[in-house]
């Protein structure tokens, strides 16, 4: 799947969340062993809840399974196991009916009220590959498994499917669907170059993709997907394209599916509205569309640059970069911040650089042309906050509050500093001052950033401005 066709599904599902068939709308859940109590809102017909080992995510997707699937959900070990005590709550709509399954888990026992009629599949493939080979060797010889039981040959579509997501090129590959063991068990026979082999003799990051593929192949359409962990045993460029194909399948089958991973590959490129964060500190769980950088840094994820963001000096690079990594930093890892030396500048590129199709360009024009800026610039465009220039408000802020400042900067000598750079133009200043401290001008903003978004109302202007570049941007690649 080409990396446009990717984007295209990703727009679909954005635009077409609120009238798709079934939807998970809420979830809640109190006193579950090892994750405690909380409860988190759904917006994507397609979710991925991420978050460092151990953080809860297999707890999280194993509740929502016994909620929706209590029966499906008796089988699991993992429930057995971890799920003793406590109750959760699910809030599903199907073409707009709403209806609410809870769940109570007492003493390994799931019982819940789910009516909704639908299919509930999960699908743990770091457990159904043993499964399934344990299953196999347990069955006679090559003509035992396959005999009286229909083959079934991939299509071209569908041997490109698998192609894509094992990134391998098969000749060939049949399916069997052996009924044993009270459900069904999906064999492979491959055919590979001048070699033929079959689920037998599959690493398990093959057997795993295959797996993955036959579980999205066999679903009906309006199912609820749960994947737990899907990139185990995949390499990086399997579990990306692997994300892709989930994408497609639910575009394509009307599916709702929530996935727990925590892999980079699958999550760098989705939109915010897709992704749960699962963050555990000491006072419990919570749950956020943003993750913090140390987290994102930790899950390996570095999304592709989607736009180029044109400021006017180095003061609108630092400013724009710090507000984001705050209140976006999701955002800040999908842009660059280019410095145009002046608003005419960034007028006269947006005129002559054109958008292509993975690339944006918008501008970011300092808060004091606000009003001054002509009309063509303003439609890809949107302004830091302020009505003057950064480095004048940094000066007033630090002349107005020298003890706070101090207090950041750990100095006491920050009036008789000020007292040497009065009367001095702001970029002068801010130089001369940066010198007084023995900080470059680049580490200087930090403190500086501190001080101003501790002010009253400036939280709620670095947020506005974030939303604006992030709507900006999203709108353009519409």
């Known amino acids: 799947m080409k990396a446009a066709r990717a984007a295209d599904l990703r727009r679909g599902l954005k635009k077409r969340a609120a ?12 006193n579950l062993l090892g994750l405690g109590s909380g409860e988190v809102a759904f917006y994507s017909p397609i979710t991925f809840i991420s978050g460092a080992n151990g953080a809860g995510k297999s707890t999280l997707l194993q509740a929502l399974w016994g909620a929706l699937a209590p029966e499906g959900a008796r089988r699991s070990d993992f429930i057995a196991r971890r799920l003793a005590t406590g109750t959760a709550s699910v809030l ?52 035992g498994i396959t005999s009286g039981i229909g083959e079934y040959k991939l299509t071209d579509d569908e041997l490109g499917e698998v192609e894509f997501i094992t990134r391998r090129g098969y000749r060939s590959v049949s399916l069997f669907e052996i009924e044993e063991f009270d459900r069904v068990i999906p064999f492979f026979e491959v055919s590979y170059g001048e070699d033929r082999y079959d689920s037998r003799s599959m690493g398990a990051g093959e057997l795993a993709a295959f797996l993955i593929w036959w579980t999205l192949f066999r679903a009906k359409e309006n199912s609820i997907i749960l994947l737990e962990e899907p990139e185990t045993f995949l390499s990086q460029a399997s579990q990306e394209a692997v994300g892709s194909h989930i994408l497609s399948k639910v575009t394509e089958k009307k599916l709702c599916a929530v996935v727990a991973t925590h892999s980079g590959p699958m999550i760098a490129p989705m939109p915010d509205e897709a992704l749960v964060f699962l963050i555990r500190t000491r006072e ?21 640059i989607s736009a180029i963001v044109l400021v006017e000096d180095m003061a609108g690079a630092e400013f724009c970069r710090w507000i984001l990594e705050k209140y976006d930093p999701r955002l800040a890892r999908r842009i660059d911040v280019t410095v145009r030396n002046g608003e005419g500048n960034i007028a006269a590129s947006l005129a002559q650089m054109a958008d292509t199709r993975r690339i944006k360009i918008v501008g970011l024009f300092d808060g004091d042309v606000r009003t001054t800026t002509a009309e063509e610039p303003r439609a890809r465009s949107t302004f830091l906050p302020g009505d003057i220039p950064i480095e004048r408000t940094f000066r007033t802020l630090v002349t107005e509050n020298p003890g706070a400042f101090g207090a950041i900067v750990g100095r006491e000598d920050i009036p008789r500093l000020l007292a040497t750079l009065e ?17 470059s001008r680049t580490q200087l903003f930090p403190p500086m950033f501190r001080l101003w978004n501790d002010q009253d109302g400036s939280e709620e202007a670095a947020r506005a401005v974030a939303k604006a570049l992030s709507e900006l941007i999203d709108g353009l690649d519409e």
């Open 19 to 30: 009238t798709w068939p079934v939807r998970i709308e809420h979830f809640a859940f109190d």
């Open 92 to 143: 599903l709509k199907v073409v707009d009916v709403e209806h609410t399954c809870s769940a109570s888990f007492v003493a390994s026992e799931t019982s819940s009220d789910a009516s909704h009629g639908l299919d509930v599949i999960h699908l743990d493939t770091s457990q159904e590959v043993d499964i399934v080979l344990s299953m196999l060797a347990d069955l006679q010889a090559d003509e």
């Open 284 to 304: 419990g769980v919570s749950f956020d569309a943003s993750a913090p950088p140390s987290l994102l840094t930790q899950l390996g994820i570095d999304p592709p």
């Open 423 to 439: 009367g001095k133009e702001a970029h002068d200043w801010y130089h001369d001052l940066s010198v007084e401290l023995g900080l």
